[in-house]
Nanobody, 126 residues
Framework: QVQLVESGGGLVQAGGSLRLSCAASGRTFGRYAMGWFRQAPGKERNFVTAIMWNSGSTYYADSVKGRFTISRDNAKNTVYLQMNSLKPEDTAVYYC???????????????????WGQGTQVTVSS
């Protein structure tokens, strides 16, 4: 079992920055891909970014490329999402997730993730 707890969300003005953290517990952390997804009000949950365990390769949705950066610290069992140049359309609940299929099949589909955090709200005002 893996437990994930997100933190770092909040209210920020457009153009500002936030850093989200996702702290994991459980012996399997560090062996799976870690991803961030977000869900805006009335919309589906969408892929934002992911980082692979073995290669450290990162993937980003087009909408956040060049503005968001994902990183992980296996020693601290934590994955981070640095969000810069935030826009009102980035407003959403952000979830971190992990799972073996995200590592072996691919990190883009939320169905490949087995473990999810409770989410943290990010609100960007214009």
């Amino acid at each position: 079992q893996v437990q994930l707890v997100e933190s770092g969300g909040g209210l920020v003005q457009a153009g500002g920055s936030l850093r989200l953290s996702c702290a994991a517990s459980g012996r399997t952390f560090g062996r799976y891909a870690m991803g961030w997804f977000r869900q805006a009000p009335g919309k589906e949950r969408n892929f934002v970014t992911a980082i692979m365990w073995n290669s450290g390769s990162t993937y980003y949705a087009d909408s956040v490329k060049g503005r968001f950066t994902i990183s992980r610290d296996n020693a601290k069992n934590t994955v981070y999402l640095q969000m810069n140049s935030l826009k009102p359309e980035d407003t959403a609940v952000y979830y971190c997730a992990t799972g073996v299929r995200a590592q072996t099949i691919g990190p883009f589909n939320e169905k490949n993730y087995d473990y999810w955090g409770q989410g943290t709200q990010v609100t960007v005002s214009s």
